[in-house]
């Protein structure tokens, strides 16, 4: 039995995460999957879930907290805030989310871009 590797893990969650999406909406969730990584290379992890719970972009943020916990890089339950987790969890552990986002994010804008171009789901 093979055991699947952490980057074949993202890509599964992000293929599971973006594979409904097509057009625009996959587009839109695309940009938004950039524009976060962006701002986690600029301001850092809590920074940027902080201001997608605040534009509204909940989807995005519950997305990388739920692959966080999925992966046991931060404890707790669905129902506490990853953000105040994160917030108070120590700098080896922020530092580890943060790259580990980064790298789920990637994956997601890939997918996200491939569902864009395939507006039919039928690859025009």
Same mark, same amino acid.
């Given at each position: 039995m093979n %055991?699947?590797?952490?980057? @074949?893990?993202?890509? @599964?969650?992000a293929w599971e995460?973006? *594979?409904?999406?097509k057009?625009?909406?996959?587009?839109? /969730?695309?940009?938004?999957c950039k @524009?976060?990584?962006?701002? %986690?290379?600029?301001s850092?992890?809590?920074?940027? +879930?902080?201001y +997608?719970?605040?534009? *509204? #972009? *909940?989807?995005l943020?519950n #997305? =990388?907290?739920?692959? +966080?916990?999925? +992966?046991? /890089?931060?404890?707790?339950?669905q129902?506490d805030k990853?953000? @105040?987790?994160?917030i108070q969890s120590d700098?080896?552990i922020l530092? $580890?989310?943060?790259?580990e986002?980064?790298a789920?994010?990637?994956w997601l804008? $890939? /997918?996200a871009d491939? &569902?864009? =171009?395939?507006k039919?789901?039928? &690859?025009e």
């Open positions: %055991i699947p590797t952490l980057d @074949q893990k993202r890509a @599964q969650n995460t973006v *594979k409904d999406k057009g625009d909406n996959a587009k839109n /969730f695309g940009d938004v @524009q976060t990584s962006t701002r %986690i290379q600029n850092g992890l809590c920074p940027a +879930l902080a +997608l719970d605040s534009k *509204k #972009e *909940k989807d943020s #997305e =990388l907290g739920s692959y +966080l916990l999925s +992966l046991g /890089f931060i404890r707790g339950n129902n990853v953000l @105040q987790r994160l700098t080896y530092r $580890r989310a943060t790259d986002a980064l789920y994010l990637a804008a $890939r /997918f491939a &569902g864009a =171009l395939d039919k789901g039928k &690859g």
